[in-house]
């Protein structure tokens, strides 16, 4: 084998990476040796590897006589013969061969030859077309790292993918500029819709920054009928779920209505929670949505707090948070700003932060008590509290 590195993807959001392999499967342009691999850093995401998996089975499969060995290693019958097998044989017709090698991860930390010996059909002529192993965990990266460098540069190609990131730079704080935010925007597009400014952000928000969960909430939206998505139009499909309490909870406390925000914790103590998409959720899991939204929101409003304070007019203040300039979110944050001085917004970050603490920590049972202790500590002061809108 060559001593020449494997050619890796450049760097970019795993998101995009994951498109434009997608995209090659389906059209059958893949290199004869894809490795899909656990990140080097932070979570892996499977979800991206599995979709590239479908979209070459698909093609392979709708080729006319083509040999195509699908195997699924975390499977409990999973034997290593039939690979043997077919990677010892040659094709009797001349057919185009392929090898997808899903979940591979614990077949190849049990069998590592099984990594060698699917590095050298990749590189010996008459090989298979296209092998695409997904090896997740631990011990499938193992596995592989002392053959990567003996693999030939342009024959390989090695692609890692972790979990988007859920915020934005802070650089640019636009909700809408997170990867989880583009990657929704970019999935929108691919199935016909539009995200309209803010949306992206909001699904995120609601739906969360895994990329299963927001294509579900996109397919969702196209059900309904929904060509462009606005920001209103995702709280409107989430008002009646657990992420529309908890964007309701964030804009009372902002706001300071703690009315709503103790009627909105009581109907959730009461009821419980249940996720738009009918999922019910845990205690534990319903306070981290809330006390997300609640993160994210404070930090949009500390954004346009920030640029007013500087001397920049609402408007420009709104837009260079991520936040329009008009229309119902405009309305929210002039509201929001009326009860939030800089001090209050830092005083809401402190209590949120001491909040996740006694809950994710320190073993605080009562998830929604700790929540109603937050409003105690982040009430404005009685001025405020009687300003209007």
């Not at 899903?102 to 590592?112: H, M, S, T, V």
């Not at 030859?113 to 965990?137: D, S």
């Not at 995200?195 to 739906?207: D, M, N, R, T, W």
Request: hydrophobic share 45%; aromatic share 4%; charged share 25%.
């Amino acid at each position: 084998m060559s001593a020449a590195r494997a050619r890796k993807a450049p760097a970019s959001e795993p998101g995009s990476q994951a498109m434009e392999l997608a995209e090659a499967a389906a059209a059958g342009r893949l290199p004869r040796l894809l490795l899909l691999l656990p990140p080097e850093r932070g979570e892996d995401e499977p979800w991206f590897s599995e979709r590239i998996l479908a979209a070459a089975r698909a093609h392979a499969r709708a080729q006319p006589g083509w040999d195509v060995l699908d195997l699924d290693g975390g499977s409990p019958d999973f034997q290593p013969a039939a690979l043997d097998d077919f990677l010892g044989s040659a094709s009797l017709f001349g057919n185009q061969r392929v090898v997808l090698f899903g979940r591979a991860g614990k077949a190849l930390g049990r069998w590592p030859r099984l990594a060698a010996a699917l590095a050298a059909a990749a590189q010996r002529p008459p090989g298979p077309a296209w092998i695409v192993v997904h090896a997740e965990g631990a011990a499938g990266a193992k596995t592989w790292k002392p053959l990567l460098a003996q693999l030939e540069g342009e024959s390989v190609r090695v692609q890692r993918f972790r979990r988007l990131y859920a915020d934005p730079p802070p650089w640019n704080p636009d909700p809408d500029q997170s990867e989880a935010a583009r990657f929704a925007a970019a999935a929108a597009g691919a199935r016909g819709l539009t995200l309209l400014p803010g949306a992206a952000g909001a699904l995120v928000q609601f739906a969360g920054a895994r990329p299963g969960d927001l294509v579900a909430a996109l397919e969702h939206m196209g059900l309904l009928g929904l060509a462009q998505v606005g920001e209103e139009d995702v709280h409107r499909v989430v008002a009646h779920g657990a992420e529309g309490s908890a964007f309701e909870f964030a804009e009372a406390v902002l706001t300071g209505d703690v009315a709503a925000a103790l009627r909105c914790l009581g109907r959730l103590r009461s009821r419980g929670l249940r996720a738009w998409d009918g999922r019910r959720l845990a205690a534990q899991d319903a306070f981290g949505m809330l006390a997300s939204v609640l993160a994210t929101e404070r930090r949009r409003t500390a954004a346009v707090r920030a640029a007013l304070d500087s001397g920049a007019e609402l408007a420009d203040a709104c837009r260079s948070a991520g936040v329009p300039a008009g229309g119902p979110p405009a309305q929210r944050m002039h509201k929001r700003l009326a009860r939030c001085d800089g001090a209050r917004l830092r005083r809401i970050g402190a209590a949120l932060r001491a909040a996740e603490r006694r809950v994710k920590m320190e073993g605080c049972r009562d998830a929604l008590a700790a929540l109603e202790l937050l409003l105690v500590q982040t009430l404005p002061p009685p001025a405020a509290r009687r300003s209007p809108a």
